[in-house]
Structures are given as structure tokens and as C-alpha cells.
């Protein structure tokens, strides 16, 4: 790691008070030794990584890290804060913070000592005497494992108080590759035995640090634990005799397990990468209690997005996620039912749904029998909506045990009519059956049949009969009155509701109250006949969505000196992104300047939500921006709103943009003369 860091990125007394603030202060250091060269750009990479997970971790620790086009050569900075930065971790403020910086092509070797860094984060030693070395060059070489210069109090303190990093690197270097062998034990006493797979979706410091922390957890509790990190610089398969020989298996990743086939079939825990980190003793304990309880897991465990909560997290962050699990498995259908039945109903007029069955009459050269197909097979997609929805609510509740009983959930608040609030509440009661009859001891000879017969069998007739008799009909009545509701919205309250439509469309860009009001909008349409108001709904919220990308296009089109290279690249594909409704084409705009872009797409994003409701514009296709506008009610005025918005959000952001403050006697990158850049004491949040 000689050439990774020296004294020069090194900042014992570092003053900054926000993460965005200590992230350009350590860059700044970067810049100045000519290992990155676009500042603006570099932290833009920077937020959007940290935007995906806050990198604090216990101890005091803070690890913004990224690949970037911007770094020349892989290098990292250090800075030291005696009042301690919030990156988000469980514990409060980090006072170590590490930023490292690779290049977008780095190459094995480096990112192998950068993964040993990150492993040496976990040992005590190590950071006691980061926190007490007295000068910077002794920091950087306490970091690069140098032997301590003679006369530094500091370092000779520390001497022996760590392993030398680069002989870590070595050690680490099978790590990085997938390691870690365990002991030998007889087949009559052996300890338990669990494979491990850690990710992140950098490769390059939580995956180290996780299969790190599991490894010492492992040899405390007295178990056989082998690990394989899934990094930047490539991976080792485990051996399969060592797989096939678990007893169990843990999941510590952000990005998809490679090969998650070779795990099937054994009792698994699937959480995120810093679980891995923060709590690995109780993954081991959690994952030894499967075991004993015959709980056995597929290899298609889905994605921490989409499955559910992990222990210790809050109810509603659990419940985000076991909604946002349905969500993303419903959504297909709803693209492609409902465009089927859009192009349906453009070809052959809103009466094909009246159309006699194609199995009984269809005459290839008849335009109106490729109507009715088309809005038929539209139909078909649009009956599994509410079953999806229940049945993968109960996946990230239970797991694959929750499908049946939640699909059959599903389909029986199809059945009653309690739409889409009773496939909600199918869904979480089937994965709250499921949990409950896994909790409970099983003997050893009727474990094998339990996620096949015995938990499908019970939990499906329990969900069966709460649904038709205790809840169904109650969730149907408010379906109905929630119909009812929208039926009657006229005038203020219309337009009232296409502005709130709007800022949820606008706030997270594609998160999960985008896609609340998304669900919202797509529940009204998914019927066969469905409302002139829920129509309307759906076309302000697609037309809302649409906003925040094609704003950004615009102010990089008007503005560019406002804005990083990489930005204006990237509004160039915003044109695109937005005119098809892809809102996260707005994504990378708002984590590199989220007070900024954000509260101006929400106010874009509600003022085209009221122009579409007051302009009664109608829209039954779910999905396809501009490329159903033949199919949008009050077509010209619909585009007249969405360009009000438009234009209002990129005016927003140009002004708020043109106000920062200059630094001192600098300019940013790309910027006009009269346009300064940000500090590194402005505050200026580069995560959403």
C-alpha cells in the first residue's frame, strides 16, 4: 500500500461536520495530489454509493468508498475527527473516516490491499492505535503496515499493536479469492459447519469486513465457518464437498449471490451486507436455530430489496420491505396487462371488451380478432395482479414456505372483490402464518416433510378461512367504498389529489412512496371496466413521474455550466429515461445535489398532477410515457402539463443551483466564473 496513501492524505484534525463535508475535504487532498481529477464529479460517485448504503459502521468507523472514471490511480485518504461524523451507523458518529478511491479498471492487486484494509478495520488493535498515533506520516504508514519510523512516540506505541497491512494483503489475498479452511473433526463430534457468502455492491470494503467479522464470530462460537467474499478482485468457489458438508448457510450481501444454486436446500439466512458486519454472532445463532428446527431454504432467496425485515429493525422498515416485495413482482404484470389491453382498445375501440372469446372466433385477417386477443391476453395478466401481489408480500415475509398460502390468499380476495386491499392483507397474514408455525419445534423424522406438505397444508387452510369468513367481506366493503370515493372526486378535491399524486411521484424517484403511488394508481385500472376517476389518476401519475427526468435533460441543456461533464452526459439520457417514464432517470442528479433537485421535481411533479386532473386527461395504460399518448384522454393538454412541470423544476433547480456559494478563490469544475463551487464547510448533502 506504498504508494496508496501517504502523509500528504492525511488529516488528524479533520473539521468537518456532515459526511458530503468530511467526503470533500479528504477529496480535496486527492485532488491536490493528482490521484483525482474532476472534484465535483468524484463525490457525485461518491453520493451515489452511499446512497445505496450508509457507509458508517460501529466502532466509530466511516468508509465512503467508490469506483470512479475520476481516480487515477487507487488511492485512500484518512482523516481522524475528535466531534465525529454521522455516516449512518447503528452507534453514532465515526471518528476514523477512510476514503478510498478506485479507479474504474483497477486491477486485482490493488483492490486485494484494499480488501485487507478493510478486513484490518475489524481488528481493535488496529483502530486503538489509528486513534492515538500523534502525526500523519506515522498515520499513513501505521495504515500501509511500514515499520515505524525511529523517534515517533506514536508510532513505536503502536508498534506490535497491529499486523503489518501488507502482510494482511498477502494473508488476504486468498481471502479475496474465497479462504478460510476449516479445522478437521471427526464425523462422531464434529462442530456445526456454515458456508458464508458476503457482497457489496463495490467489492472493494463491506465485503471484507463482513466475511471478516463472520470468520471471528465463527471461532468464538465455537463453529466451522467458511467464507466466501464475492469481491472486485474476483472469488474463489468454495469446494463443493465443504457445501455439501453445511450444516447451514449464511447470506451477507447487497448484490446477487454468484451461483446461489450451489446452497440450495440447506437451512439459510439471507440479510445485508452490514448485518454481516454489525451482528454476525446472532446470524450464527439465528441460522443454528433453522437447523434445529428442519427450516430448509431454496438457493433463490430474493434480493435484501426485496425480501423481508431483519432483526433488529424497525416494524415499518420491515413492512416497507414485505410491501415493496409485491410490488416489484406485481409490476410486470400490471406493464404488460395493461398495455395489451391499451393497444386492444386502440385498434378495435373500448366495445372489444364485449368481443366473443378468440378460441371461438378469430379470423386472422380481421383487424378487430387482433383487438380482442390483445385485450384478452391483457385481461388474463391483469387477473394475477392481486395474487402476485399477496403471495410475494408473503416471500419477503417467509420465505419460499409463504407462496402457496399467499397466492391462494390472493386469489381469494380476487374472488370476494376485496381488489387490491385484500390482496394486502392476504399477503401479510399468510407470511405471519408461515412464521408462526415455524417457530414452533418440529421432532426430528417430521422435519424433511414440513416445507413441502405440513406448513403449505396448514397455513393455506387458515389463510383460506380467515379470508372467507372473518375478513374477507369486511376489506371488500371498504374496497368498494374506497371505489366509491374515487368515482365521486371532482373539481378542488380532484386537483388536491393529483398534486399529492404528484410529490409522491417526485420524492424518491422510483423508491417506495413512488411506487406507493404507483400501486395506488394501477389498483383502480386493474379491472376490466374501470372508472373515468381512475383513469384520471393514473394519468397524473404517469404524467408526474415523468417530470423529474426530462427536467434534469432540460437544465443541463439550458444550464450545462451549472452542472459536472458526467451530468451533462447524463441529461443527454434523461431525454430518454423520462419520456418513457423511467423516473430513476432523475436518480443521479438528486444524489449529488438532493436539497436541490429533489424539492424542485416534488414541486414540478405536483403542479403537472393537478394540471392532468383539472385538464381531465384519462389514461388506461399502466406504463410507456410518450409512446401511448394515442391512448391518453385530452392528449395535448396532458403534454401541456407535463411541460408546464417540466419547465418549472428545471427553472427551480437552475436558480437554486446558481446561488451556491463560492469556495475560497476557487471555481468548480465545469462551472462559470460566476458560478462558485461548493466548500467544504457549506453543507450540501450528496445522498438522498
Known sequence: MSEMITADLVDLDLSADTKEAAARALAERMVAQGRVTDLDGFLADVAAREAQMPTGLDGGIGIPHCRSAYVTEPSLAFGRSAEGVDFGAPDGPADLIFLIAAPAGADDAHLTILSALARQLMNAEFTSALRAVGDAESAAALIRGDAPEAGSEAAAGSAGTTDSVATSAAASADAATGTTSPAPASDDDRAFRIVAVTSCPTGIAHTYMAAEALENAGRAAGVELTVEPQGSAGF??????????ADAVIFAHDVPV???????GKPTVDVGVKAGINRPAELITEVRGKAERGEVSGGSAPTPVERGGEAGEGYGSMLRKWLMSGVSYMVPFVAAGGLLIALGFAIGGYEIKSA?????HFVWTQTDSWAALMFQIGAVAFGFLVPVLAGYIAYGMADRPGLVPGFVGGMIASTINAGFLGGLAAGLIAGGVVLAIQKVKIPAPVRGIMPVVVIPLISTAIVGFLMFVVIGKPIASAQKGMTDWLN??????????????GLMMC???????????????TAGIAVSNP??????IMAAVMAAGMVPPLAMALATTVRGKLFTETERENGKAAWVLGASFISEGAIPFAAADPLRVIPSSMVGGAITGSLSMAFGATLRAPHGGIFVVPLIGHAFFYLIAIAVGMCVTAALVVVLKGMRKPAAGSTAPGAPEDIPAPTADTKQPVAV
Do not use: W
Open 236 to 245: 474463489t468457489r468454495l469446494d463443493p464437498a465443504v457445501i455439501a458438508a
Open 258 to 264: 454468484r451461483e446461489k444454486e450451489r446452497f440450495a
Open 356 to 360: 366473443p372469446s378468440v378460441m371461438q
Open 488 to 501: 365521486g372526486l371532482s373539481g378542488s378535491n380532484a386537483i388536491l389529489l393529483g398534486a399529492l399524486l
Open 507 to 521: 420524492f424518491d424517484l422510483g423508491g417506495p412512496v413512488n411506487k406507493v403511488a404507483y400501486t395506488f394508481a
Open 531 to 536: 372508472s373515468d376517476s381512475a383513469m384520471k
